[in-house]
């Protein structure tokens, strides 16, 4: 059986997280078939927001708009919906997707090795995704976003401003 590697991207830590500056419409958190073609958030008032981060983690996922659109070439079945952050106090707006990546199971999550805060090492069922270049695993409050090596490289070499790229273990196994 060959080896697969696998990559967490995610927002650097060095820089102010997003998420909980917005307020998001209750469809939105009920899920992805909830939420509209185009949502608009706002950003919360007197909250900071960074409209150069590439991504916003809890409650939901965002991608910036550079971010997804790498994720979506290499996997165009993957659908999206597009999320404007308005911020009333700066007077600008960013744009972002909600995006229907496919899930893994994560198994024992209490197993999980934490280092620095950083999950570096996970089980998680991954029938069904054998092919996917991007993929989400829970991890109790927030989600973890995995690529593939090739992904990771083209991500790599994009040289995105605010993002991670890190490789993460990850033991298969089942339900």
Not at 73 to 98: C, G
Request: with cysteine; aromatic share 10%; hydrophobic share 40%.
């Amino acid at each position: 059986m060959s080896e697969t590697n696998y990559y967490v991207i995610e927002h650097d830590r060095q820089l102010s997280s997003n998420g909980a500056s917005l307020q998001w419409p209750e469809r939105m958190l009920q899920g992805y078939d909830y939420a509209a073609e185009e949502e608009i958030v706002y950003v919360k008032s007197g909250q900071p927001f960074s409209s150069s981060s590439i991504l916003a983690q809890y409650p939901l996922l965002l991608l910036s708009d550079e971010l997804s659109k790498f994720i979506m070439k290499l996997a165009p079945e993957i659908t999206s919906k597009r999320v404007v952050v308005m911020n009333l106090e700066q007077y600008n707006q960013s744009f972002y997707h909600l995006m229907d990546l496919p899930k893994a199971t994560c198994i024992a999550p209490d197993q999980a090795l934490i280092q620095s805060g950083q999950v570096m090492s996970i089980m998680a069922d991954l029938s069904g995704l054998e092919q996917e270049p991007a993929f989400l695993i829970p991890y109790y409050r927030t989600q973890l976003v995995i690529v593939r090596l090739e992904l990771a490289e083209r991500l790599l070499r994009a040289g995105i401003y605010g993002l991670n790229v890190r490789p993460i273990q990850i033991t298969e196994g089942d339900m």
